[in-house]
């Protein structure tokens, strides 16, 4: 499978036209299909499924995903390399064990997704699941999107995942595998492109979805909200920046190179793109890792690591904005003004710079960083004051003991996640995208209370 | 090469050159002025000079213009970047910005404001004066309101050679327009049929056409009236595509659309360039061309170096006209590559543009 083309999803016919009534149909067909199989299955069934179409996705001769590594780095936003290692990762962790933990994490009971579960005094509970899904698919990773997929199969509700225009085909080469596995789940799923903001076909999925899901822009999802009705849910998640910590004693306890090593794992997964990504790492001063020597270092690990995993190409406005950072903050290296930069020769693969300065600052992305030095966390929670609101994961390299000892005050100033360097864009399954719970937002609760 | 022993000669140098030019547009000379001022500016801009050490492209090693190292525009917020003993630094241009560290800084004394003068003026003249004997309106405050605006002191210069023109300056120091003027302006202008050139950013015509469409005033201005606009808005009002905002300036001003030019300057460059000329059909896509002492290049963001023809890249430009500051700029700009000038694209997106307007208003 597959030797025929790709035919069964909506964004799997081009030019085929879209209409307010074509979208409230399918949408209709969609809880139907609902209604009549998923709605019956059980856990273990859904579960089993969902494990079956991971083990073909990690199989390196799967036909879809030698697809999806074989397509233009254009469509799929990433050159096979950077692919393939995002795939393995997402994908390593839908296991049994796994999907079972999240649904205790979510729910205490599993079963409460199809009864009602006893809870203390004399209450009981159960888990109402939205007939329809919509997701608003983000544009640059495909992952989240395989996710929420999951999720609402877990939920037992139909799903339409409406993508960005020319962005669907590895959300589409996923539904794929799914039908193929399970064509009754599938049937439970429709995909389809078109821009974002087409009031026609997007009042028709509002009309018809019980929960709309938004991964993507602040104005992506405030727009949303501002065009759904009151009745529905939204979960939107917006956009968020991350950044890595090392701190003094790290490199001692793990060895300089492994310190590195990790570091350079967060900047080359998914070229940096999503929120999960660095865009600077600080590195506690006064230590035996001076900053400026482990920016140098990081730079050495970066041109080897794209050898073994180039960065590819990228757009000429990406490149631009890598090209005009570099521009300034080398006049300002020469000039001593307290940054240094080092670069790849004869085009824009990666980018390190140290710079004095400790705010925080955005990269340009696509293997882009700032190392800065920072006395303590203290200092770095001060800095960082004006992006508090904006954070989703800080990539902590310490002693295992110090990671406590530092997670403890970035989680009450307000950081969601709180990882290991070099797993900032490898989250278990069941994390909590922006502190929220994966499953629990996009349910309602039924309660029975008993005399 | 030409070795310049003092900035006088510098300038006089350049101003030379200009002249020349608007007898010969295709004056020999350009090359070897370039690489002159070059040498003058490695001798006494230390931040360039700094930076052409850093890069080993240095009068030593360098013997083509197009190997003179590029500063990026932006630079010019942090660094000095001027060959004049602080003493000397008269006049100082800012690009705007909320805060002074977002500012850009060009610093000029008396002989280079005579050469950004001399460089303004005849390819402004070039492109927006005709034969039509136009009143002026111009968006933008006077002079003495805003004296470190670029834009404003270009404006100055353009009422003060066009002295006999009757003129209002309908903007105050933060760049409110005073809309009523306006409007009493035009007004008299449609009345008298005296044609009138409007002069100002994006964000001025938006604020004026908004008030138009609020007091329900459309105006038919006389015919051999013009506009000149300059890009950016800076958050200062609603962005408009440029065709729609052309579009609404036609409606509403009643400008022909073949009279609405676009000017492309910066506070860190001396000379301009604009996209069409009064009197001449515009051909689509609309392409924007510098005076012939400064040359516009289209590099790839990747290698920097020239693209094809028909490609898009970062928009270089070295301007003879910097005589006191660095010749050789790069822009945050992306722009296609034409046999005859340059298609403006988009502004260089630096920071995540998720939620975040980066339009940067550098001229004003």
């Given at each position: 499978m597959p030797e025929q083309p790709l035919d069964y999803f909506l964004a799997d016919k081009p030019g085929a036209e879209l209409t307010h009534s074509l979208i409230a149909e399918a949408s209709r067909t969609l809880r139907r299909n609902r209604n009549e199989y998923l709605a019956t299955l059980?856990?273990?069934?859904?579960?089993?499924?969902?494990?079956?179409v991971a083990n073909l996705w990690r199989s390196p001769d799967y036909p879809l995903r030698q697809m999806a590594l074989d397509a233009d780095p254009e469509e799929t936003g990433f050159p096979r390399e950077v692919l393939a290692a995002g795939l393995?990762?997402?994908?390593?962790?839908?296991?049994?064990?796994?999907?079972?933990?999240?649904?205790?994490?979510?729910?205490?009971?599993?079963?409460?997704?199809?009864?009602?579960?006893?809870?203390?005094?004399?209450?009981?509970?159960?888990?109402?699941s939205p007939p329809l899904i919509a997701h608003i698919a983000p544009g640059n990773l495909p992952v989240p999107v395989f996710q929420s997929i999951a999720f609402g199969l877990l939920l037992r509700s139909a799903q339409f995942v409406k993508c960005a225009s020319g962005k669907s085909l590895l959300t589409r080469l996923f539904g794929h595998s799914l039908h193929f596995v399970e064509p009754g789940m599938a049937a439970t799923l429709e995909i389809a492109e078109w821009d974002g903001g087409n009031e026609s076909l997007e009042s028709a999925l509002f009309?018809?979805?019980?929960?709309?899901?938004?991964?993507?822009?602040?104005?992506?999802?405030?727009?949303?909200?501002?065009?759904?009705?009151?009745?529905?849910?939204?979960?939107?998640?917006?956009?968020?920046?991350?950044?890595?910590?090392?701190?003094?004693?790290?490199?001692?306890?793990?060895?300089t190179q492994t310190v590195i090593s990790h570091a350079a794992d967060d900047i080359v997964a998914w070229n940096q793109h999503g929120c999960l990504s660095p865009h600077v790492i600080y590195v506690e001063e006064n230590g035996s890792l001076n900053p400026a020597r482990f920016a140098e270092m990081l730079a050495v690990e970066l041109e080897a690591r794209n050898e073994t995993m180039p960065r590819g190409p990228v757009s000429t406005r990406e490149a631009a904005a890598i090209s005009t950072a570099r521009r300034f903050y080398k006049i300002r290296a020469a000039n001593n003004a307290g940054a240094m930069l080092w670069e790849s020769?004869?085009?824009?693969?990666?980018?390190?710079?140290?710079?004095?300065?400790?705010?925080?600052?955005?990269?340009?992305?696509?293997?882009?960083?700032?190392?800065?030095?920072?006395?303590?966390?203290?200092?770095?929670?001060?800095?960082?004051?004006?992006?508090?609101?904006?954070v989703s994961t800080v990539g902590l390299a310490a002693s295992e003991a110090r990671m406590r000892d530092l997670a403890l005050p970035l989680a009450r100033w307000g950081v969601p996640r709180i990882c290991p360097l070099g797993q900032m864009q490898r989250p278990p399954l069941a994390w909590r995208h922006d502190g929220r719970p994966p499953l629990g937002e996009l349910i309602r609760w039924a309660n029975l209370e008993t005399a | 090469m030409t070795n310049f022993t003092s900035l006088t000669e510098a300038c006089d140098a350049v101003s030379a050159f200009i002249q020349r030019c608007a007898g010969d547009p295709n004056a020999d000379g350009f090359g070897e002025l370039a690489l002159g001022l070059f040498v003058f500016q490695f001798a006494h801009n230390t931040p360039f000079s700094n930076l052409c050490q850093a890069e080993n492209l240095t009068p030593e090693t360098v013997g083509d213009w197009r190997d003179i190292p590029t500063v990026q525009t932006r630079a010019f917020k942090s660094l000095d970047l001027s060959v004049l003993p602080e003493a000397d630094r008269e006049t100082l241009f800012r690009s705007s910005g909320t805060t002074p560290v977002d500012r850009s800084r060009h610093f000029h004394c008396a002989e280079t404001l005579t050469v950004y003068h001399a460089s303004l003026w005849p390819w402004f003249a070039g492109h927006l004066v005709d034969e039509s004997a136009n009143r002026l309106l111009f968006l933008v405050p006077a002079l003495g309101q805003a004296p470190e605006s670029s834009l404003v002191h270009m404006m100055d210069i353009v009422a003060k050679r066009l002295t006999k023109r009757e003129h209002c300056f309908a903007a105050d120091g933060q760049w409110r327009i005073d809309c009523q003027s306006a409007v009493d302006f035009l007004h008299d202008c449609a009345t008298q049929n005296e044609p009138v050139t409007i002069l100002g950013t994006a964000f001025s015509f938006v604020h004026l056409l908004d008030y138009l469409d609020t007091e329900g005033i459309d105006f038919q201005l006389p015919s051999g009236s013009a506009a000149m606009e300059t890009g950016g808005y800076k958050g200062r009002s609603r962005e408009m595509p440029r065709p729609k905002l052309h579009q609404a300036i036609t409606a509403k001003l009643g400008v022909a659309s073949g009279r609405i030019i676009c000017e492309y300057g910066m506070c860190e460059l001396s000379s301009q360039a604009y996209d069409g000329k009064l009197g001449q059909a515009n051909a689509a896509p609309r392409l924007f061309r510098f005076p012939p002492w400064a040359r516009a290049r289209v590099v790839s963001p990747?290698?920097?170096?020239?693209?094809?023809?028909?490609?898009?890249?970062?928009l270089q430009v070295v301007d003879l006209a910097n005589v006191g500051s660095a010749l050789s700029l790069q822009t945050e700009d992306l722009a296609r590559r034409h046999a005859d000038g340059f298609e403006l694209l988009s502004r260089v997106e630096l920071t995540e543009s998720r939620g975040c307007s980066l339009m940067n208003l550098t001229h004003a």
């Open positions: 059980g856990n273990e069934q859904i579960i089993s499924k969902l494990v079956e393995d990762a997402c994908f390593a962790d839908w296991t049994q064990e796994k999907f079972f933990m999240l649904l205790t994490q979510e729910f205490g009971d599993p079963t409460r997704l199809q009864s009602f579960a006893s809870q203390p005094n004399r209450t009981y509970s159960m888990v109402n009309a018809e979805a019980y929960c709309v899901t938004v991964n993507g822009g602040d104005k992506t999802v405030e727009s949303i909200r501002q065009r759904l009705p009151l009745a529905k849910t939204l979960v939107g998640y917006g956009h968020r920046v991350s950044f890595g910590y090392v701190e003094k004693q790290a490199n001692e306890v793990m060895g020769e004869d085009s824009t693969d990666w980018t390190v710079v140290h710079e004095d300065e400790r705010q925080f600052q955005s990269s340009p992305l696509n293997r882009f960083i700032f190392v800065k030095p920072i006395e303590h966390i203290d200092e770095a929670l001060h800095v960082l004051e004006p992006i508090r609101e904006s | 990747e290698t920097l170096a020239d693209v094809e023809l028909g490609q898009s890249g970062l």
